[in-house]
């Protein structure tokens, strides 16, 4: 199970933190995204961290958003800076058995997600 918070409005150039508390998963591989979707818009990959530290991000949002993960709580968070008004869309966290390398940005190869966390940026 997922559960995404952290979610709010915020005007351009602020920050927020997201988290996604995970529980139920014990597997020693694997990979957990961000993904956002905004209306009318594909669901796309925002960054990624697998079980071995490795961090992706896309190229919009480089600089501006750090993903970490908190193991002994079992939460991964999304920290984002500098926010801009296209940053705007419900924000979801995934989460996939085993690594991913560059195949962490197709959704398909999530086995779980959560409910989602809006954020708009005005």
């Known amino acids: 199970q997922l559960v995404e918070s952290g979610g709010g409005s915020v005007q351009a150039g602020g920050s927020l933190r997201l988290s996604c508390a995970s529980s139920?998963?014990?597997?020693?591989?694997?990979?957990m995204g961000w993904f956002r979707q905004a209306p009318g818009k594909e669901r796309e990959a925002v960054a990624s961290?697998?079980?071995?530290?490795?961090?992706t991000y896309a190229d919009s949002v480089k600089g501006r958003f750090t993903i970490s993960q908190d193991n002994a709580e079992n939460t991964l968070y999304l920290h984002m800076n500098s926010l801009k008004p296209e940053d705007t869309a419900m924000y979801y966290c995934?989460?996939?058995?085993?690594?991913?390398?560059?195949?962490?940005?197709?959704?398909?190869?999530?086995?779980?997600w959560g409910q989602g966390t809006q954020v708009t940026v005005s």
């Open positions: 961290i697998d079980s071995d530290g490795i961090t």
């Open positions: 995934a989460f996939s058995h085993g690594r991913l390398g560059t195949w962490w940005i197709k959704k398909s190869e999530y086995n779980y």
């Open positions: 139920g998963y014990t597997y020693s591989s694997y990979c």
